[in-house]
Nanobody, 117 residues
Framework: QVQLVESGGGLVQPGGSLRLSCAASGFTFSNYIVRWYRQAPGKERDLVASNTNFGTTNYADSVKGRFTIIRDNFKNTVYLQMNSLKPEDTAVYRC???????????WGQGTQVTVSS
């Protein structure tokens, strides 16, 4: 059974840090491009960070220098280390694993991140 399970969300004060995890099972994780998306209430879903199966990473301009996507193929897990959090980072964060061709596309259920004092 294919699964992506996120964890690590929560409430944090501005300037704080969180580390999200996304554990994959049921497919060959190392062959997939992995991405983190977020969606705030009333807004469209935005791509936050991506990591290809060749190790190339990309980030949205809004999170560059603050967020880091980390991939561990041995643990079938992708992480999103989030530092210097801002209220505008508040959103539901979801991980995605997709083949380069797009023939297989899997999503996690999401985890809430709230940045507030």
């Amino acid at each position: 059974q294919v699964q992506l399970v996120e964890s690590g969300g929560g409430l944090v004060q501005p300037g704080g840090s969180l580390r999200l995890s996304c554990a994959a099972s049921g497919f060959t994780f190392s062959n997939y491009i992995v991405r983190w998306y977020r969606q705030a209430p009333g807004k469209e879903r935005d791509l936050v960070a991506s990591n290809t199966n060749f190790g190339t990473t990309n980030y949205a301009d809004s999170v560059k220098g603050r967020f880091t996507i980390i991939r561990d193929n041995f643990k079938n897990t992708v992480y999103l280390q989030m530092n210097s959090l801002k209220p505008e980072d508040t959103a539901v964060y979801r991980c995605n694993a997709r083949t380069g061709s797009g023939s297989r596309d899997y999503w996690g259920q999401g985890t809430q991140v709230t940045v507030s004092s």
